[in-house]
């Protein structure tokens, strides 16, 4: 059970931190590299969520190469319980961000066509599209850790 | 570990289900009698969301009931696997739109401003809100149910 995939002081537990971190911060450059993207509520929150996820992440990443360099393990319950709580609060405002983000998308492109070129006010959509393509995967990389802890909390 | 609260076949678990159908019926009640909701996909799926989670609720609140009445125990591996899927599924789906659903009802009302009465195009913000607000309790109510279950797939 302590080897399982993804799980703290592992090659794979870095890599899908590393992951997370990644993507959320392509996540934030490219929206905050779309103009306009100011006037909405959700992607500046999609930008503070992502922050959170990539500040999150990368401290943990730093603490898997700790482990990993030292040698030592990071799987007792104080500090599995402290994954579990962060990991779980952060892969719940990181999906709200990503889903807010891809209604307010949806709604400029499909619904309200602010996204036709001929317009004076054309929006940037697919910078928009893609930052919460990435929003999603990060995520997604995210719930994976999470679902990993919640099992070692049950197994430490 | 088996007369956890919430858990399937008992009292609280049949008043959480009940809880969660109730909410998400009131959310789409609400949000289908804002005129003009259909403009927005992210209003529509949040009433298809809402829909398939009352229907899942009611479906367990039904399997409950009859679990209380004929004194069965409705923790078997095989049947609480089936929920925990079921119920994280559902989850997902309903925190998705409900969050898209606040996305689109947070622009339209500070962002873009379409909810001031004196404009011609004002839209029923209100009733947006208010669907939404219901959504995110429905969702909790699921998210309770979910964590339960979880806990249990490890237990039985």
Redesign the interface.
């Known amino acids: 059970m302590k080897d399982m995939f993804g799980s703290p002081g592992k090659i794979s537990g870095l890599v899908l931190r590393i992951g997370q971190c990644s993507f959320a911060a392509a996540s934030i450059g490219v929206m905050a590299s779309a103009h306009g993207f100011f ?4 992607f500046c ?1 999609l930008i503070a969520s992502m922050g959170l996820e990539c500040l999150w992440s990368f401290g943990l990443a730093c603490l898997d190469f700790h482990a990993l360099w030292s040698k030592r393990s990071l799987q007792n319950p104080v500090l599995v319980s402290l994954f579990v709580v962060g990991d779980w609060v952060t892969a ?1 405002l990181s ?3 990503a ?6 998308a ?2 400029y492109s ?2 309200l066509n602010y996204c036709n070129k001929t317009l004076p006010i054309s929006l940037p959509c697919t910078r928009f599209q893609i930052a919460v393509a990435f929003a999603f995967i990060s995520w997604f990389l995210l719930a994976v850790s999470s679902l990993v802890m ?2 070692l909390l ?1 197994a430490v």
């Open positions: 006037n909405s509520t959700a929150y719940i999906l709200a961000g889903c807010s983000s891809a209604g307010v949806v709604l499909r619904d919640f099992w049950g």
